[in-house]
């Protein structure tokens, strides 16, 4: 069974991410890495969909904040999707992690389209008795958001 007990990032989806980081930075005093845009290809409901979204982590931690957004109708449109959106969890098995939390319940929503089909990268899970989602990210992915943290490309 996959263990949601240790998040490293809560995400909230936000209408503008710039403006978010300005207002949440002037009443906090929280800092943030560089804002990222990113195209993706997710895989939904089996079918490869493309999206856009920009976003970025706060510095601090050890629960860092993430504010995204992204056009109407995508997953990171404020009207359908805004304010706290999911908590995100390192993953040694995303395939592993998402089965067992499938067993428990769980709907995955979607995830990072594999080029042979399939799921890699991340995904998102949703659990029958809570509204909010479970990200899951593959350590895989760890370099990427470690050369991003120290000042560098993001990917």
């Given at each position: ?5 240790d ?5 909230i ?13 002037a ?7 560089s ?5 993706l290809?997710?895989?939904v409901d ?12 706060s510095?601090?931690g ?24 999911h908590?995100?969890y390192w993953?040694?098995d ?18 990072g389209?594999a080029?042979?089909?399939?799921l890699?990268g ?7 008795a ?7 990210i ?13 000042g560098?490309?993001?990917?």
């Amino acid at each position: 069974m996959a263990l949601i007990t240790d998040p490293f990032h809560s995400g909230i989806v936000v209408a503008d991410v710039e403006e978010a980081m300005a207002e949440i930075s002037a009443s906090t005093g929280m800092t943030w890495h560089s804002l990222q845009s990113l195209d993706l290809n997710l895989l939904v409901d089996g079918e490869v969909v493309s999206a856009s979204v920009r976003f970025t982590y706060s510095v601090e931690g050890p629960v860092q904040l993430e504010l995204a957004d992204g056009p109407k109708g995508s997953f990171w449109d404020v009207d359908l999707y805004g304010g706290l959106n999911h908590l995100g969890y390192w993953t040694e098995d995303l395939h592993g992690d998402i089965a067992a939390l499938q067993s428990g319940g769980c709907e995955l929503i979607y995830g990072g389209a594999a080029e042979g089909g399939g799921l890699e990268g991340f995904a998102f899970l949703v659990p029958p008795a809570a509204g909010i989602r479970i990200e899951l990210i593959d350590v895989a992915m760890r370099p990427a958001f470690d050369r991003w943290f120290a000042g560098g490309e993001f990917g």
